[in-house]
């Protein structure tokens, strides 16, 4: 024999069992439309005395959302790195290209090859961006296989001191 229930679900059965069970999805789906709409700090709260399965999801939720945050970092860093990359060789190609224009430095052989490198130099980086998006466009798999990394240092060492 229970009690009589008091309150709001008096008469109720199951109802309170209902809202027990309704709240943290309730919660869940509030978190997950605010991420929706742009709120990528929405986390989703794990309440006790709720059956573990629903707080076990709040917690998937959250290290979704978690990863999601981490990857939109990643991408915000790599955008200022390649802006970074990309701003060296523009500058010299526009100073270089100023200097021609206004006679400051005389046209010579050597000024176009160096503007030449320069723009050698900004079609790898875009290359290299282009093979990055078409990577992550069609989830491209690498085989990875043993190297020499010292020839590798070399090859870089040898690149840098010539450009």
Known sequence: HHPPRRGRDAGRPGWAQARRLSGPVRSLTAAAGEMARGNRHARAKARPGVRAELNELATTFNDMAEKLTGEEQFRRDLVADVAHELRTPVAVLQANCEALLDG??????????????????????????????????????????PCNLAAIADAAVILMSNG
């Open 104 to 145: 400051v430095v005389e046209h010579t052989p050597e000024q176009t090859a160096s503007l030449h490198e320069e723009v050698v130099r900004l079609a790898r980086i875009v290359d290299d961006l282009q093979r990055l998006a078409s990577a992550e466009a069609a989830a491209l798999h690498l085989d990875r296989e």
